[in-house]
């Protein structure tokens, strides 16, 4: 049974920080590629940023040198830090692996506003 579980997000002002955080279950976690994705209201969902087994990472431009993707391989959860937040930040943001598992978690809304 494969369980994805986002939370932390809430209500912020721009240029606040969040941390989410997805636990995982059912997967050998450790050997997963981890992903964190969001979609905005009337958006496609777009990949945020991506943490492999060994700790490399990588994000996409918008949130590069604002938000951090890390990983706790005991507690089988990973980490998504967000400073500096802004208004296009708001989504609804999922975990996932990669390859992408045919399954997704309810997600954690963010929404920055003030």
């Known amino acids: 049974q494969v369980q994805l579980e986002e939370s932390g997000g809430g209500l912020v002002q721009p240029g606040g920080s969040l941390r989410l955080s997805c636990a995982a279950s059912?997967?050998?976690?450790?050997?997963?590629?981890m992903a964190w994705y969001r979609q905005a209201p009337g958006k496609q969902r777009e990949l945020v940023a991506t943490i492999t087994p060994g700790g490399s990472t990588n994000y996409a431009d918008s949130v590069k040198g604002r938000f951090t993707i890390s990983r706790d391989n005991a507690k089988n959860t990973a980490y998504l830090q967000m400073n500096s937040l802004k208004p296009e930040d708001t989504a609804v943001y999922y975990c996932?692996?990669?390859?992408?598992?045919?399954?997704w978690g309810k997600g954690t809304l963010v929404t920055v506003s003030s």
């Open positions: 996932n692996t990669i390859p992408l598992m045919n399954y």
């Open positions: 059912g997967i050998i976690f450790s050997r997963k590629v």
